[in-house]
C-alpha cells in the first residue's frame, strides 16, 4: 500500500502490528496513527487539535471514540492516499517538534 511505503520513508518511523488489526507507525516511541486494512485510516491528535481537521471536513470523529482527539479517515479511491498522507505528516511533524522541543527544556 502506497501509504504504509511513504509513511516508512520518514526518518525514525517504524511499523508494528496494531491490536485492534492492521498496522501502526510510531515514531520517537509515539503513535502517530494506524490502518485498518487499506480503507480506514485513525490519527490520535490533542482533542484541542482534533477539531479543525473535522470543522474542515478532512476527517471525521474517530469511528469508536468519538469523544476523544482520535480522528479517523476513509480511504475509498486513490485520490483520498494524499489526504491521508498529510494527517501522517502532520502528526510525524508534531511529534518530531515536540520531541526536540523536551530535548532543549
Known amino acids: 500500500m502506497k501509504i504504509r511505503r511513504e509513511v516508512l520513508t520518514w526518518l525514525g518511523v517504524e511499523a508494528k502490528a496494531h ?3 492492521g498496522i501502526e507507525f510510531r515514531v520517537l516511541g509515539h503513535m502517530i496513527g494506524h490502518l485498518h486494512g487499506e480503507s480506514l485510516a485513525d ?8 477539531k479543525k481537521p473535522v470543522t474542515d471536513g478532512k476527517t471525521q470523529p474517530h469511528h469508536v471514540q468519538p469523544e476523544t482527539g482520535w480522528a479517523s479517515y476513509s480511504i475509498r479511491s486513490k ?3 494524499p489526504g491521508a498522507l498529510d494527517l501522517f505528516r502532520l502528526n510525524y511533524e508534531r511529534n518530531v517538534a515536540r520531541e526536540k522541543d523536551e530535548a532543549w527544556a
Open 19 to 21: 491490536r485492534f488489526g
Open 43 to 50: 490519527l490520535p491528535f490533542p482533542v484541542w487539535m482534533s
Open 79 to 81: 485520490k483520498d492516499v
